[in-house]
């Protein structure tokens, strides 16, 4: 246990933050979560998220896209090609709701 500066008792609140952080290795957590972002799956949210950005929700594609390249470089011309092809086909789904809409006629009495 620890003792406070302040006085000589023992500080029970820094002893339960070691022993958390000692249970919960940060580095093993980033290894278990970098298992999932592999080459494959990096591509696959990419291309959706390029593709949801393009639409009516807001996002940003490009911190995706420097994010995979930064875990995978050789997948260069892949993701470009992907987050390309993403953004492309989601202007096409927001042109094609903009023209399903229906018209509306302007107020004459406004």
Request: net charge neutral; charged share 10%; glycine share 10%.
């Amino acid at each position: 246990m620890y003792t406070s500066p302040h006085s000589h008792r023992p500080c029970a609140t820094a002893s339960l933050i070691d022993s958390h952080i000692a249970r919960h290795d940060t580095g093993h957590i980033l290894d278990t979560l970098t298992q999932f972002f592999t080459p494959d799956l990096s591509l696959w949210g990419l291309f959706i998220s390029s593709f949801l950005a393009a639409t009516l929700l807001p996002g940003g594609s490009e911190a995706v896209l420097a994010g995979v390249l930064t875990m995978h470089p050789e997948l260069f011309w892949p993701a470009l090609l992907l987050g390309t092809l993403g953004n492309t086909l989601g202007g096409m789904v927001t042109l094609v709701m903009g023209r399903l809409l229906p018209k509306t006629k302007a107020l004459r009495n406004l």
